[in-house]
């Protein structure tokens, strides 16, 4: 299996690449945050729970994500491989997951951690915020916070991979074919 954590700040372009990934290697995406919005869309119990703290720019609890990607896996047994897509986000949740993968016999072949810097995170997610509807996306406060939100309790996802000689630091900055060739070098070289 190729399993992929696909790591980087909020903007970064994780889903648009993500995209790309699936066409090419045919790996099944998991994207914690498209999980949970389609939670909030069918008005489930735990979307509701789940829409406050997103549309705040607050990360939901380590179990909730924990247990969608869980639920993921068990239903997902005879894929290629998978892109990790937004998650893990905290140091408990990449421990989970790799006990999950280690239940299934398998582990991260690679975490690709796109690199952007804050100002141009900030322009793109006020220009997603336009049309995506999505309330996280339209307010500079709330943008900030996800990203203070990245820098107090994600960043340390990528030292984790890394004492595991996993992270692979690449340039987000381009146009999305210019970065996706960045992402299959990396992937072809691993
Ligand atoms: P972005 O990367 O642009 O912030 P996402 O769609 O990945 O967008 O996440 C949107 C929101 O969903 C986050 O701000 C957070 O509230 C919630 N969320 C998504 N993934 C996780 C996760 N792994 N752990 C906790 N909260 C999450």
């Known amino acids: 299996m190729l399993n992929i954590v696909l790591f980087g700040p909020p903007g970064a372009g ?3 690449q993500s995209q790309s990934i699936v066409e090419t290697y045919g790996l099944i995406h998991l994207s914690t945050g498209d999980l949970l919005r389609s939670e909030i869309k ?18 939901v609890p380590d179990e909730v994500v924990i247990g969608m990607i869980s639920n993921k896996l068990e239903t997902n047994q005879d894929a290629k491989g998978f892109i990790f897509d937004g998650f893990p986000r905290t ?58 939100v990245y820098n107090e309790q994600t960043a340390i996802v990528k030292e984790y991979y890394s004492t595991q000689g996993k992270t692979e630091e690449l340039n987000g900055i381009g146009t999305i074919p210019e970065v996706f060739d960045r992402i299959k070098k990396a992937l072809d070289n691993s």
Do not use: W
Not at 110 to 131: H, Q
């Open 42 to 59: 069918a008005e489930s119990e735990l979307g509701l729970k789940a829409k406050s703290l997103m549309d705040a720019g607050k990360l």
């Open 91 to 148: 140091k408990e949740q990449a421990i989970a997951l790799d006990k999950l993968l280690e239940n299934h016999g398998e582990t991260i072949t690679k975490m690709l951690s796109l690199e952007v810097a804050d100002e141009e995170l900030i322009k793109r997610l006020l220009e997603r915020g336009k049309d995506s509807g999505r309330p996280d996306d339209q307010n500079k406060e709330v943008i900030q916070g996800r990203l203070d």
């Open 14 to 16: 994780k889903g648009t």
